[in-house]
């Protein structure tokens, strides 16, 4: 079966994909969704990409369930600054984080989750010295930013990945 499919959950969620935004079971709207489901596996293989080794798949769940917290959280507070017109009274700017992560999926993981999360913004990453340099729409305190994105975040994708 792994010869078939190198990458079963990948192909699942590209069929699962593929069908949901042709938004139709018609039977070519399958065929295509299920050569998808079977190429795109292949192409990977050629490109030789390792597979994600998941170490604890529990904390997961506890750390999806945080960052959709997170996400609420904070698009609450951009629509306050937005709607309230206090424009004038924020500080944005950006913070240099250092990060222990050095897991290319874990990283990529946290990448999506603070760029996905409203006021902030991965900017760019060091690999040579593991920095992150992250834009804060609302800047208040640098080491409270620091200590959120290092313990809430990085500590659990490396219980996660590493």
């Known amino acids: 079966m792994r010869r078939i499919l190198p990458y079963p959950i990948l192909s699942a969620g590209l069929f699962a994909a593929s069908i949901l935004l042709s938004n139709s079971v018609a039977p070519p709207s399958l065929a295509l969704a299920l050569l998808i489901a079977i190429l795109s596996p292949a192409i990977m293989l050629a490109l030789r990409v390792e597979r994600v080794r998941v170490k604890n798949p529990r904390a997961i769940f506890s750390l999806a369930i945080d960052i959709a917290m ?38 990529a993981v946290l990448a999506i989750v603070l760029t996905s999360t409203p006021g902030t913004l991965w900017v760019e990453y060091e690999a040579a010295n593991g920095r992150l340099l992250l834009h804060v729409l609302d800047l208040v305190d640098e080491e409270t930013w620091v200590r959120l994105i290092k313990d809430r975040y990085e500590r659990r994708l490396m219980e996660i990945f590493e």
């Open 70 to 107: 997170d996400i609420l959280r904070s698009n609450w507070a951009v629509a306050q600054i937005i709607l309230a017109g206090k424009r004038k009274e924020r500080t944005s700017g950006f913070i240099h984080i250092p990060l222990d992560l050095r897991d290319r999926y874990a990283l």
